[in-house]
């Protein structure tokens, strides 16, 4: 079954168990919305768990899921844009969406089928050029999750609440765009 979405990242080691654990606790926030979503019979997200490495080739099951996924979210770290693969992987996405609105003679706006969730706040860490045209401030997910990013929600206690509520925005923004998605 197709993932619902894909999640993006720059590999890191130092961080891989943070990514980890947002992919986890971003899957069971999407089954919190939406009960018909089932961990045992639907595929919700794709996460590659052992990451690229130079000198490998994509493998089958992440290549299928970027070609096959409803919404794409990307890590926005301050490395994101400067790794080849995440690099690929977004555009890879990305053109996928232009092909769509070319056969499809739909409105000149995107769909918004990508979502940068900010590892840093904005202010340390800017989109890349090539993804300036997609909206990164999201203040509907949360004040503390704007001025701090999705790292401190995750590493400090007091912003415990805070990072449930991101996740919980954060997932019904994604089936709002996954049940439009025309891609």
């Not at 770290?77 to 769509?100: D, H, M, Q, T």
């Not at 995107?110 to 203040?139: C, E, F, S």
């Not at 805070?162 to 439009?180: C, G, H, K, P």
Request: charged share 25%; net charge negative; hydrophobic share 40%.
């Amino acid at each position: 079954m197709d993932p619902l979405f894909f999640l993006s990242y720059a590999s890191n080691p130092a961080l891989k168990r943070f990514q980890e654990r947002f992919f986890d606790d971003l899957v069971e926030a999407l089954i919190a919305e939406r009960d018909s979503l089932d961990a045992q019979k639907v595929r919700i997200g794709f996460y590659d768990r052992d990451g690229i490495q130079l000198g490998d080739s994509w493998t089958h099951e992440l290549a299928e899921a970027l070609q096959t996924c409803r919404v794409f979210i990307y890590i926005q770290s301050p490395a994101y844009f400067s790794k080849l693969w995440c690099g690929r992987e977004w555009a890879v996405f990305r053109n996928r969406i232009e092909r769509w609105m070319q056969g499809s003679g739909a409105p000149e706006s995107r769909p918004p089928l990508m979502l940068p969730v900010l590892w840093k706040p904005a202010t340390r860490n800017p989109p890349a050029t090539v993804a300036v045209d997609i909206q990164y401030g999201h203040r509907e997910f949360g004040e503390a999750y704007a001025q701090n990013g999705l790292y401190t929600l995750m590493n400090i206690a007091r912003f415990r609440d805070d990072y449930n509520e991101f996740l919980s925005r954060l997932a019904q923004r994604i089936l709002q765009v996954a049940d439009t998605s025309p891609v």
